[in-house]
T-cell receptor, first 113, second 112 residues
Framework: SQTIHQWPATLVQPVGSPLSLECTVE??????LYWYRQAAGRGLQLLFY??????ISSEVPQNLSASRPQDRQFILSSKKLLLSDSGFYLC????????????FGAGSRLTVL | AQTVTQSQPEMSVQEAETVTLSCTYD???????LFWYKQPPSRQMILVIR??????QNATENRFSVNFQKAAKSFSLKISDSQLGDAAMYFC?????????FGAGTRLTVKP
């Protein structure tokens, strides 16, 4: 069966520091991969999605970036964090487009101080 | 770009009663898919129900059912016989191609 792992679960970082959140999927190949951000009490904002290695679509211009160095690995990064980057970050995967359901990781809570 | 609107930030229901959560969306596509996800306090996103736009029949999953009105671009979720464990944030989502867009969510409280 397929599983999705996301880490770290919790992160407290100072303003201006770098960020790296990692997500890996097991039990499938060539998944669609997604990064969402959920600000406190708000909905999910799509940040990036990828349909293959090295293929990244960015939805919102900001100081975050994403990379997909391997088929089942998706990394969210920042060179310098801002206070506004605080939030709950969710990684998700699906076996393709259309009716396929997104399956989410457990999330990473980022607090920028 | 497609947008998803949930106009009810908060809803409450008495245990064992029925509640309906609203969702509307904006799209120019004819082929797409709609979803309801549940996010309990654990923050884990859980699929509740899915609807294909080409199907006229409303989807049903046990106590959960949808009222899909394609012309009105409306996709409401009905929860029957509400249980304490139904308390959560509920998100409506739209998908046509590779990406999935979510509404702002509705926080459902279930009163014993």
């Amino acid at each position: 069966s397929q599983t999705i792992h996301q880490w770290p679960a919790t992160l407290v970082q100072p303003v201006g520091s770098p960020l790296s959140l990692e997500c890996t999927v097991e039990g499938t190949s060539n998944p669609n991969l997604y990064w969402y951000r959920q600000a406190a009490g708000r909905g999910l904002q799509l940040l990036f999605y990828s349909v293959g290695i090295g293929q990244i679509s960015s939805e919102v211009p900001q100081n975050l970036s994403a990379s997909r160095p391997q088929d089942r690995q998706f990394i969210l990064s920042s060179k310098k964090l801002l206070l506004s980057d605080s939030g709950f970050y969710l990684c998700a995967w699906s076996p393709g487009a259309g009716a396929n359901v997104l399956t989410f990781g457990a999330g990473s809570r980022l607090t920028v101080l | 770009a497609q947008t998803v609107t949930q106009s009810q930030p908060e809803m409450s229901v008495q245990e064992a009663e029925t509640v309906t959560l609203s969702c509307t969306y904006d799209t120019s596509e004819s082929d797409y898919y709609l979803f309801w996800y549940k996010q309990p306090p654990s923050r884990q996103m859980i699929l509740v129900i899915r609807q294909e736009a080409y199907k006229q029949q409303n989807a049903t999953e046990n106590r959960f059912s949808v009222n899909f009105q394609k012309a009105a671009k409306s996709f409401s979720l009905k929860i029957s016989d509400s249980q304490l464990g139904d308390a959560a944030m509920y998100f409506c989502a739209y998908r046509s191609e590779d990406d999935m867009r979510f509404g702002a969510g509705t926080r459902l409280t279930v009163k014993p």
